[in-house]
């Protein structure tokens, strides 16, 4: 999938970001859900290419409702913010989270953080 990602043109369309994310969440959610909170805030429009943001919100989603597994209570937020005109996307969690040292090999293919061991992937999601 990420070499056929990296092959395909992209298009370039105006998207509303709540129904993609809330598609991602519903494909993210194949366990246990109980105790999880999911908290939605403010998902402007945004442009870009649908199948590729497709991507991005299923593999946020589903690495902070694997990764907050653990917890007797989960809690997910998923909005926006706006800084210096930009809107920027997020998905926050009180999962096991990592340290700023670590967050640049989050992007990395193959590049599993310390103590992810125990949970299922190959590192190649947030690629």
Not at 94 to 114: K, M, T
Request: net charge negative; charged share 25%.
């Amino acid at each position: 999938a990420l070499s056929r990602a990296g092959r395909k043109g992209l298009s370039h369309e105006r998207i509303a970001m709540r129904p993609l994310a809330s598609a991602a969440l519903l494909e993210s959610l194949t366990g246990d859900s109980e105790g999880l909170e999911i908290v939605w805030g403010s998902l402007p429009d945004a442009w870009g290419d649908p199948s590729l943001l497709r991507q991005v919100w299923v593999n946020l989603i589903s690495n902070a409702v694997k990764f907050s597994a653990e917890r007797a209570e989960r809690r997910i937020e998923i909005g926006a913010d706006t800084a210096d005109g930009e809107v920027r996307y997020f998905v926050r969690d009180n999962g096991i989270g990592f340290s700023d040292h670590d967050a640049e090999s989050l992007f990395g293919v193959f590049q599993r953080l310390p103590g992810s061991e125990r949970f299922e992937g190959n590192g190649v999601g947030l690629a």
